[in-house]
């Protein structure tokens, strides 16, 4: 009984990945057309004259009055 089981587990889980490769997989022009819209452009991330946001941060500030 249990080996039925494994085997219908295992047949549900090979068509469901066959069903979503054939239905969602992207065609290779598809592809090439959406990674170049998708670039980062590092250099301008790393920019070195960026402006700083100054901030008072007072997270561990105890104080000894009660």
């Known amino acids: 009984m249990r080996l039925h089981h ?3 587990i295992a047949v549900v889980l ?3 990945i066959g069903v ?3 239905f969602f997989s992207t065609s290779t022009a598809e592809a090439q ?3 170049p819209s ?3 452009d ?3 991330m790393h ?3 960026l402006p700083e946001q100054k901030m008072h ?3 561990f500030v105890f104080s000894d009055e009660k």
């Open 33 to 35: 057309r959406i990674a």
């Open 38 to 40: 998708t670039t980062i």
């Open 42 to 44: 590092v250099l301008q």
């Open 6 to 8: 494994l085997i219908a």
């Open 57 to 59: 941060d007072m997270t």
């Open 20 to 22: 979503k490769w054939f």
């Open 47 to 49: 920019h070195p004259n």
């Open 14 to 16: 090979v068509i469901g």
